[in-house]
C-alpha cells in the first residue's frame, strides 16, 4: 500500500503542476512589444561613447536585446541629412543676401554717377557686402546644422514618435541664438547690428501658423470657449485687411510725425514712394505738431521759404494764412495740408497725378519681381503651349501689386487731407494718426493669398517702428535695449514654433514655405519621422518649371513618405 501511494504521488505531481503553470501562463501579462518608431535611430560608430553620453542604464530598457545595437543606415540617413542641410541652407544665404546686396551696391553706384563722385553718401563698400553676406550665410548653415543635430540627437535619446509633438520645438529653441552669427561687420561706435525686422516678422509668422492651428480644432468640442473667443478675429474673411490697416496706422504715423522710427532701407523705401521731398515731410511734420498759434505760424513761414522760395503764387499763399490773426489761423488749419502738398490745385487732382507717378515708381520693383522667379521655376512651361498664359498671369501679378502700391500712398496723402477738412475741422498729430489707417484698404487690390503676407511684413515693421518710439520717449531705459538681444530672443522662440508646426501640423503652411523647409531640412520621411533629403540640388530647386520632372518626384516624396 505504501508503495501504491508513493506511485500515485508521483505520477499525479506532473500533472498538477503542469496544470498550475498552464494557469499561471493564462493570467501573465503578455510581454510587452516595442515600437519599432520609438527604438534608438542611429548609433555612432563608437558605442561607449553614446552610451557614457545618454546613460546607458536608460537606454538599454527601450532597446530590443536581439537586434543589434547599430543601425548603420540611420547613421548614414542622419549625417546626410545634416550635410545636405547646412550645405542648402549656406546656399541659400548666399543668393539672398549676396544678391540684395548686389542689387545695393549697383544702386549705390548709378546714385553716385548720376550726382557726381564727390556728392552724396557712398555706398557700401565690396568688401562689407562680402563679409555681409558671408556672416547671414554662417548664421543660416549653424541654424540649420545645430537644429538637426538636437532633433536627431533627441529622436535618439527619447524615440522618434514619442518626442514628435515637442522635439522640433525644442531644436528650433536651442539652434535660434544662431542668428548672433548673422551681426557681421560692427556698425559705426562699437555694438553688433540688430536684426529686429527678421526677427519680428518669424515672429510674426510663427503667431499666423499658431492661429491657423488653432482655427482647425476651433469647432472641436474640447476646445475652451474662451479659446474660441480670441480665434474669433482670425477667422474673420479679411482679417488681413485688419492687421494691414492697424501696421498702416504705426508705420506712416511714424512717417509723418516721427521719421527717426522707420530706419534702414525701409525708411528709405518710404522716402522714396512718398513722392514728395523731405522739405515736405518736415513741414507737414512741424505744422502736424505745433500746439500753439505762434508755433503753427512759424511753421508755415518756415515751410513757405524752403518749399517754394522760386514759387511766388504758392508762397504768397502759405504766408497769407501766416499773416493771420490767431483765431483765423487756427480756424484755417485744415487748409494747410493741400496747401503744402498741391498748392493751386485740387485734392481729386492731385490724388490721380500722384497715382500715375506712383505707379511709374512701382512696376521697376514688381516686374523682376514676378519675372524672374517665373523665368527660373516655369522656364520651361514658358516655351510651351501655355507660356503664353504664365507670362500674362506673371504681368498681371506685377500690374496689381504695382497699383497696391501706387493706390497705398496715393491714399496715404488723401485721407488725412479729406478727413481734416470735413471731418474733424484742423491739423494735428492725432488727426493724422485717425486718418493714415484708411491707406490700409489698398490691399484689397491684391489678390488674397498676398494680403496676409503683406499685412504680417507691415505689422512687423510696425512694431520695430514702435519699439523705437518706446526707447525713445523713455519708456524703456536705453541701457536695457542696449545690453539685452530682445531680437534673439524673439527669433528663437519664432522659430521654435515654426520648426513645431513644420513637423508636427504641417499642413498650415503655404506650399511655397514648406518647399523652402523642405529643401533645406529634409522633403521626405516625415510620417516616419524618418526624415531625408531625396533629389538632389538642382532636382529640387529648378524641376517646377518641368511637369513631368515635378510630378515623378512628388510621386516619389509620397512614397518615402507613407
Given at each position: 500500500?505504501l508503495?501504491?501511494?508513493?506511485?500515485?504521488?508521483?505520477t499525479?505531481?506532473p500533472?498538477?503542476?503542469?496544470?498550475m503553470?498552464?494557469?499561471?501562463e493564462?493570467h501573465?501579462?503578455?510581454?510587452?512589444v516595442?515600437?519599432?518608431?520609438d527604438?534608438?535611430s542611429?548609433?555612432?560608430?563608437?558605442g561607449?561613447?553614446?552610451?557614457?553620453?545618454?546613460d546607458?542604464s536608460?537606454i538599454s530598457?527601450?532597446?530590443?536585446?536581439d537586434?543589434?545595437f547599430?543601425?548603420t543606415?540611420?547613421?548614414?540617413?542622419?549625417?546626410?541629412?545634416?550635410?545636405?542641410?547646412?550645405?542648402?541652407?549656406?546656399?541659400?544665404?548666399?543668393v539672398l543676401k549676396g544678391?540684395?546686396?548686389?542689387?545695393?551696391?549697383l544702386?549705390?553706384?548709378?546714385?553716385?554717377?548720376?550726382?557726381g563722385?564727390?556728392s552724396g553718401?557712398p555706398?557700401?563698400?565690396?568688401?562689407?557686402?562680402l563679409?555681409?553676406?558671408a556672416?547671414f550665410a554662417?548664421?543660416l548653415?549653424?541654424?540649420?546644422?545645430?537644429?538637426v543635430s538636437?532633433?536627431e540627437?533627441l529622436?535618439?535619446r527619447?524615440?522618434?514618435q514619442?518626442?514628435?509633438?515637442w522635439?522640433?520645438?525644442?531644436a528650433g529653441?536651442?539652434a535660434g541664438?544662431?542668428l548672433?552669427l548673422?551681426?557681421?561687420?560692427h556698425?559705426k561706435?562699437g555694438?553688433?547690428k540688430?536684426h529686429?525686422?527678421?526677427?519680428?516678422y518669424?515672429?510674426?509668422?510663427?503667431t499666423v501658423l499658431?492661429?491657423r492651428c488653432?482655427?482647425k480644432r476651433r469647432?472641436?468640442?474640447?476646445?475652451?470657449?474662451?479659446?474660441k473667443?480670441?480665434?474669433?478675429p482670425?477667422?474673420?474673411e479679411?482679417?488681413?485687411v485688419?492687421?494691414m490697416?492697424?501696421?498702416?496706422w504705426?508705420?506712416?504715423?511714424?512717417?509723418?510725425l516721427k521719421?527717426?522710427?522707420l530706419?534702414?532701407?525701409?525708411g528709405?523705401?518710404?522716402?522714396k514712394?512718398?513722392?514728395?521731398?523731405?522739405a515736405?515731410?518736415?513741414?507737414?511734420?512741424a505744422m502736424?505738431?505745433?500746439s500753439?498759434a505762434?508755433?503753427t505760424r512759424?511753421?508755415i513761414r518756415?515751410?513757405?521759404i524752403?518749399?517754394f522760395?522760386?514759387d511766388?503764387?504758392?508762397?504768397?499763399a502759405l504766408m497769407?494764412?501766416?499773416?493771420m490773426?490767431?483765431?483765423?489761423?487756427?480756424?484755417?488749419k485744415?487748409?494747410?495740408?493741400g496747401?503744402?502738398?498741391?498748392?493751386?490745385?485740387?485734392?481729386l487732382a492731385?490724388f490721380?497725378?500722384?497715382y500715375?507717378?506712383?505707379?511709374?515708381?512701382?512696376?521697376?520693383i514688381y516686374v523682376p519681381l514676378?519675372a524672374?522667379?517665373?523665368?527660373i521655376?516655369?522656364?520651361?512651361?514658358?516655351?510651351?503651349?501655355r507660356?503664353?498664359?504664365?507670362a500674362?498671369?506673371?504681368?498681371a501679378?506685377?500690374?496689381r501689386?504695382?497699383a497696391f502700391?501706387a493706390?497705398?500712398?496715393a491714399?496715404?496723402w488723401?485721407?488725412?487731407?479729406a478727413l481734416?477738412?470735413?471731418?474733424?475741422?484742423?491739423?494735428s498729430?492725432?488727426?493724422v494718426?485717425a486718418?493714415?489707417?484708411?491707406a490700409?484698404?489698398?490691399?484689397?487690390?491684391e489678390?488674397?493669398s498676398?494680403?496676409?503676407?503683406?499685412?504680417?511684413?507691415?505689422?512687423?515693421r510696425?512694431?520695430e517702428?514702435a519699439?523705437?518710439?518706446l526707447?525713445s520717449?523713455g519708456?524703456?531705459?536705453?541701457?536695457l535695449a542696449?545690453?539685452?538681444?530682445?531680437?534673439?530672443?524673439?527669433?528663437?522662440?519664432?522659430a521654435?514654433?515654426?520648426?513645431h508646426?513644420?513637423?508636427?501640423?504641417?499642413?498650415?503652411?503655404?506650399s511655397k514655405?514648406?518647399?523652402?523647409?523642405?529643401?533645406?531640412?529634409?522633403?521626405?520621411?516625415?510620417g516616419?519621422q524618418?526624415?531625408?533629403?531625396?533629389?538632389?540640388?538642382?532636382?529640387v530647386?529648378?524641376?517646377g518649371g518641368?511637369?513631368?520632372?515635378?510630378e515623378s518626384a512628388?510621386?516619389?516624396?509620397?512614397?518615402?513618405?507613407?
Amino acid at each position: 500500500m505504501l508503495l501504491l501511494w508513493k506511485k500515485k504521488t508521483i505520477t499525479r505531481d506532473p500533472i498538477s503542476h503542469k496544470s498550475m503553470a498552464r494557469k499561471k501562463e493564462r493570467h501573465r501579462e503578455p510581454p510587452a512589444v516595442p515600437d519599432e518608431e520609438d527604438k534608438l535611430s542611429w548609433r555612432s560608430a563608437g558605442g561607449d561613447v553614446w552610451e557614457r553620453a545618454l546613460d546607458e542604464s536608460d537606454i538599454s530598457r527601450d532597446v530590443d536585446p536581439d537586434k543589434s545595437f547599430f543601425d548603420t543606415d540611420d547613421v548614414t540617413r542622419a549625417v546626410d541629412r545634416l550635410t545636405t542641410a547646412m550645405l542648402r541652407a549656406g546656399g541659400v544665404g548666399c543668393v539672398l543676401k549676396g544678391g540684395l546686396n548686389l542689387f545695393s551696391w549697383l544702386a549705390g553706384r548709378s546714385k553716385t554717377r548720376r550726382r557726381g563722385s564727390m556728392s552724396g553718401k557712398p555706398g557700401p563698400s565690396v568688401r562689407d557686402a562680402l563679409h555681409d553676406t558671408a556672416a547671414f550665410a554662417s548664421f543660416l548653415v549653424a541654424f540649420a546644422g545645430t537644429y538637426v543635430s538636437v532633433d536627431e540627437c533627441l529622436a535618439l535619446r527619447y524615440g522618434k514618435q514619442r518626442s514628435k509633438q515637442w522635439r522640433a520645438a525644442v531644436a528650433g529653441l536651442v539652434a535660434g541664438p544662431a542668428l548672433l552669427l548673422a551681426d557681421g561687420p560692427h556698425v559705426k561706435g562699437g555694438g553688433a547690428k540688430r536684426h529686429y525686422g527678421l526677427a519680428t516678422y518669424l515672429w510674426l509668422r510663427s503667431t499666423v501658423l499658431i492661429a491657423r492651428c488653432g482655427l482647425k480644432r476651433r469647432d472641436s468640442r474640447d476646445t475652451h470657449p474662451l479659446a474660441k473667443a480670441a480665434l474669433a478675429p482670425f477667422a474673420h474673411e479679411h482679417a488681413d485687411v485688419a492687421l494691414m490697416m492697424a501696421s498702416t496706422w504705426v508705420i506712416l504715423s511714424c512717417f509723418v510725425l516721427k521719421p527717426d522710427a522707420l530706419q534702414g532701407a525701409y525708411g528709405s523705401f518710404l522716402n522714396k514712394h512718398g513722392g514728395k521731398t523731405k522739405a515736405h515731410y518736415a513741414a507737414l511734420r512741424a505744422m502736424s505738431l505745433a500746439s500753439t498759434a505762434a508755433q503753427t505760424r512759424d511753421a508755415i513761414r518756415s515751410a513757405a521759404i524752403a518749399l517754394f522760395p522760386n514759387d511766388i503764387t504758392a508762397h504768397e499763399a502759405l504766408m497769407n494764412v501766416a499773416n493771420m490773426d490767431d483765431g483765423s489761423l487756427l480756424a484755417a488749419k485744415p487748409t494747410l495740408w493741400g496747401l503744402v502738398l498741391y498748392p493751386g490745385s485740387s485734392a481729386l487732382a492731385h490724388f490721380f497725378r500722384f497715382y500715375r507717378e506712383a505707379l511709374g515708381r512701382a512696376l521697376p520693383i514688381y516686374v523682376p519681381l514676378y519675372a524672374i522667379p517665373a523665368l527660373i521655376v516655369h522656364r520651361h512651361r514658358l516655351l510651351g503651349p501655355r507660356g503664353g498664359v504664365l507670362a500674362m498671369r506673371a504681368a498681371a501679378g506685377a500690374g496689381r501689386s504695382s497699383a497696391f502700391l501706387a493706390a497705398y500712398c496715393a491714399c496715404a496723402w488723401l485721407a488725412p487731407d479729406a478727413l481734416q477738412r470735413l471731418v474733424f475741422g484742423t491739423l494735428s498729430g492725432w488727426t493724422v494718426s485717425a486718418s493714415v489707417p484708411l491707406a490700409g484698404l489698398a490691399v484689397l487690390i491684391e489678390k488674397p493669398s498676398r494680403r496676409q503676407e503683406l499685412g504680417v511684413y507691415c505689422a512687423s515693421r510696425a512694431l520695430e517702428a514702435a519699439a523705437v518710439c518706446l526707447v525713445s520717449w523713455g519708456w524703456v531705459p536705453r541701457s536695457l535695449a542696449a545690453r539685452t538681444r530682445v531680437d534673439v530672443a524673439l527669433f528663437a522662440v519664432g522659430a521654435a514654433a515654426i520648426m513645431h508646426c513644420y513637423n508636427t501640423e504641417r499642413d498650415v503652411f503655404r506650399s511655397k514655405y514648406l518647399n523652402v523647409l523642405d529643401f533645406v531640412f529634409g522633403n521626405a520621411g516625415h510620417g516616419r519621422q524618418c526624415i531625408r533629403h531625396v533629389g538632389s540640388y538642382y532636382q529640387v530647386a529648378f524641376a517646377g518649371g518641368d511637369t513631368h520632372k515635378n510630378e515623378s518626384a512628388s510621386r516619389q516624396f509620397r512614397d518615402v513618405s507613407s
